[in-house]
């Protein structure tokens, strides 16, 4: 068996144990995607690894994700870094993240591989993440992040840029999606954005015990709620200034469901991808704006059912925009959205061709 092979055997092992959710949904992807698909996530989740359990400093874990940068842009052997990684890995770290960074090298070995456009923008989204995440984790805390616009920020360094790194992929893979690739790109960072945007409102609790909030102060402060000594419990300020930011998620989430009905009729496996996102973002919101008060994000995460129930529907839907439209129009129905004008999206200077 040759290294390529193995190496993509290996990603393929791995990834059940480090995402329930992606080993879902890549799988759902057309061949010539789910590989590099399955790379450039595993690729995300070092990275995450690296800056959330690993903490001598911040300047230390700094240190560590340009030395992973370098590993990836494949200018810098993994070896050495590993090594220091599992000495340096918090006792908290699971055995399956051991297990990836362990193998990093097999990781970045297949990313090598790749054909240069997806080479590139899989190596541009982990530059990009690994420089924007740690800044924000160097002033995260209880505070929150002081303004709406920085949590766009945030939201586009640790997810807008992989829904750019995925426009590229899914545009170099069909030359139909290719001549669409204006439009994609013009709702990439907004779909991403509405998906991390509710996993932030769904996990808000479970980031507070850990000292962390990236809720918007601005936001609240119009409500009369100071974030850094906000504590769980009943408070109709907190929850008014949580549905703001629902209905922020919910107009990006719209702006989701245009980018997917963009991916050719054809291309089902893409669009179910997509599809499946959407559909639980959506239906996540709906809880959390349905249970005013919940304090921890398994009171609002939604069922296996349920779960099972989208991926039917939109299987059965998949080429009827139609359909999928009205879909999507009965699960938002009574949930808070957005004015156009309240809904923006930070981006990077850094072109897509910026790097190798």
């Known amino acids: 068996m040759d290294t390529c092979a193995s190496d993509e055997i290996y990603q393929d092992q791995i990834l059940p144990h480090v995402s329930r959710t992606f080993a879902l949904t890549i799988p759902q992807l057309p061949p010539g995607l789910r590989s590099p698909v399955t790379n450039a996530y595993l690729l995300c989740r070092i990275a995450d690894t690296i800056e ?32 220091d990684l599992l000495a340096q890995l918090s006792p908290d770290t699971s055995p399956a993240e051991r297990d990836l960074v362990r193998n990093t090298g097999c990781v970045v070995r297949f990313t090598a591989a790749l054909e240069e456009r997806p080479r590139r923008a899989i190596r541009r989204c982990v530059e990009l993440m690994c420089d924007g995440m740690h800044r924000f984790q160097q002033t995260a805390g209880l505070q929150g992040v002081p303004r709406a616009v920085d949590l766009d920020e945030y939201c586009y360094y640790v997810a807008g840029v ?43 609790w479970e980031d507070h015990s850990r000292g962390v909030c990236w809720l918007p102060q601005e936001v609240f402060t119009r409500h009369g709620i100071d974030l850094a000594t906000l504590t769980p419990g009943p408070d109709a300020r907190f929850d008014a200034g949580m549905r703001e930011l ?14 997917t009905l963009l991916i050719p009729r054809r291309e089902t496996g893409i669009r179910r991808f997509c599809l499946w996102a959407v559909g639980l973002a959506v239906l996540t919101l709906r809880r959390i704006e349905r249970t005013p008060g919940f304090t921890s994000g398994a009171q609002v995460k939604v069922s296996r059912s349920t779960v099972t129930t989208v991926t039917l529907l939109t299987g059965a839907a998949v080429r009827h925009d139609w359909v999928l439209r009205r879909l999507f129009d009965l699960a938002t129905a009574g949930l808070t959205v957005a004015p156009p004008s309240a809904v923006h999206v930070a981006h990077s200077a850094a072109p897509l061709d910026a790097l190798p």
Do not use: W
């Not at 959330?52 to 874990?61: G, K, L």
């Not at 240190?63 to 993994?78: E, N, P």
């Open 52 to 83: 959330d359990q690993t903490a001598p400093s911040a300047a230390a874990t700094l240190v560590l994700l340009q030395r992973f940068v370098a590993v990836v842009r494949g200018i810098a052997d993994a070896a050495p870094l590993v090594e």
């Open 162 to 204: 992989v829904g750019e790194m995925l426009t590229e992929l899914f545009c170099g893979y069909s030359a139909a999606i290719d001549r669409r690739s204006g439009a994609l790109r013009e709702f990439a960072v907004s779909f991403a954005q509405g998906l991390q945007m509710t996993n932030i409102l769904k996990d808000v």
């Open 246 to 259: 629902i209905g922020v998620a919910h107009a990006h989430l719209r702006n989701a469901l245009a980018y």
